[in-house]
């Protein structure tokens, strides 16, 4: 274990339909952390793990986010930054922000205004994605991508993959709608069909492939990925330290916890029982099993 997921941001500019972080930053939002704390975190935590990713609610929002990647760098971390954009799309805090970290990964949800803009539910968000990617690529940091599958976008995902390559993407990751927040809300309105998304796979990665892009898939049981199950990020997923905000009304802290398997509500079935891939593979999200049980599953044989 040699990863931090640190959540150190509990605001956004965005309020995406499927957002698994809205009910942390309703309850969060106005408790924010601070940094004394966070750095005498990554501090203390230095000598056993090796990578950061910060991540929210939305990072580039913190005011003190230059001075944290500054001091994180010094510590000797690698830094990844979750981002949609907002705070780079700033020149001036992109140039105080880009020189200290490895890698920024940017949501992207549409290849058109209108279509990332409907999932974000911010006018302004897709004209600002644009404006970071165009500032950041001035600097040597490695550009990957993040897209939460659903119903509306769907039947867009080439365009998706054509506009990461404009931008020059090197690594994407289609996200499987998580039944989180109001991914969970709204799931059975947004929730792609399995037996859908693994019709589209062989094309999507065909067409990566062409554009020089690594793209992998997360919170789909590899029986739907098939031949192409060795995309699916179950087989890249590292254990993890999750460090984020906790508590109630009249308490607020800290909490650490250990990540050894890249479950976040997912089950395996009967089905799984006997699949070659049960060992490495996270199986299907309990709220897609309530709805459309695992008919669409196959234990897969080597």
């Given at each position: 274990?040699?990863?931090?997921?640190?959540?150190?941001?509990?605001?956004?500019?965005?309020?995406?339909?499927?957002?698994?972080?809205?009910?942390?930053?309703?309850?969060?939002?106005?408790?924010?952390?601070?940094?004394?704390?966070?750095?005498a975190?990554l501090?203390?935590?230095?000598?056993?793990?090796?990578?950061?990713?910060?991540?929210?609610?939305?990072?580039?929002l913190?005011?003190?986010?230059?001075?944290?990647?500054?001091e994180?760098?010094?510590?000797?971390?690698?830094?990844y930054?979750?981002?949609n954009?907002?705070?780079?799309?700033?020149?001036?805090f992109?140039?105080?922000?880009?020189?200290?970290?490895?890698?920024?990964?940017?949501?992207?949800?549409?290849?058109?205004?209108?279509?990332?803009?409907?999932h974000?539910?911010?006018?302004?968000?897709?004209?600002?994605?644009?404006?970071?990617?165009?500032?950041?690529?001035?600097?040597?940091?490695?550009?990957?991508?993040?897209?939460?599958?659903?119903?509306?976008?769907?039947?867009?995902?080439?365009?998706?993959i054509?506009?990461?390559?404009?931008?020059?993407?090197?690594?994407?990751?289609?996200?499987?709608?998580?039944?989180?927040?109001?991914?969970?809300?709204?799931?059975?309105?947004?929730?792609?069909?399995?037996s859908?998304?693994?019709k589209?796979?062989?094309?999507?990665?065909?067409?990566?492939n062409?554009?020089?892009?690594?793209?992998?898939?997360?919170?789909?049981?590899?029986?739907?990925?098939?031949?192409?199950a060795t995309?699916?990020?179950?087989?890249?997923?590292d254990a993890?330290?999750?460090i984020?905000q906790?508590?109630?009304?009249?308490?607020?802290?800290?909490?650490q916890?250990?990540?050894?398997?890249?479950?976040?509500?997912?089950i395996?079935?009967?089905?799984?029982?006997a699949?070659?891939?049960?060992?490495?593979?996270?199986?299907v999200?309990?709220?897609?099993?309530?709805i459309?049980?695992?008919?669409?599953?196959q234990?897969?044989?080597k």
């Open positions: 274990m040699e990863h931090i997921d640190f959540h150190i941001s509990y605001r956004c500019v965005n309020k995406c339909i499927f957002c698994s972080s809205s009910d942390s930053i309703k309850k969060f939002k106005n408790h924010p952390l601070r940094y004394e704390q966070t750095i975190i501090k203390e935590k230095r000598r056993q793990f090796k990578s950061v990713n910060f991540t929210g609610g939305e990072p580039t913190l005011s003190f986010l230059p001075s944290l990647v500054r994180t760098k010094k510590l000797g971390y690698k830094i930054i979750g981002t954009g907002a705070g780079f799309a700033n020149r001036d992109c140039r105080k922000v880009a020189p200290f970290i490895d890698e920024a990964c940017f949501s992207v949800h549409g290849p058109t205004p209108a279509l990332h803009n409907f974000t539910k911010n006018k302004a968000s897709f004209a600002n994605l644009n404006k970071a990617l165009q500032n950041i690529s001035a600097f040597p940091v490695t550009l990957s991508s993040n897209t939460v599958i659903t119903k509306y976008n769907f039947p867009h995902l080439e365009k998706i054509s506009f990461l390559a404009s931008k020059k993407i090197k690594q994407s990751l289609f996200s499987n709608l998580a039944p989180e927040g109001r991914g969970l809300a709204n799931y059975k309105k947004l929730a792609a069909r399995l859908d998304i693994k589209k796979v062989p094309g999507l990665v065909n067409l990566a062409n554009d020089k892009i690594i793209l992998r898939f997360f919170g789909l049981p590899a029986c739907v990925l098939g031949d192409y995309h699916s990020n179950d087989f890249f997923w993890r330290l999750n984020e906790a508590g109630d009304d009249k308490r607020f802290f800290i909490k916890e250990k990540a050894y398997f890249p479950s976040r509500g997912r395996k079935t009967q089905k799984c029982r699949c070659f891939y049960k060992n490495i593979c996270g199986g999200f309990r709220a897609y099993y309530n459309f049980q695992d008919q669409e599953l234990s897969v044989k």
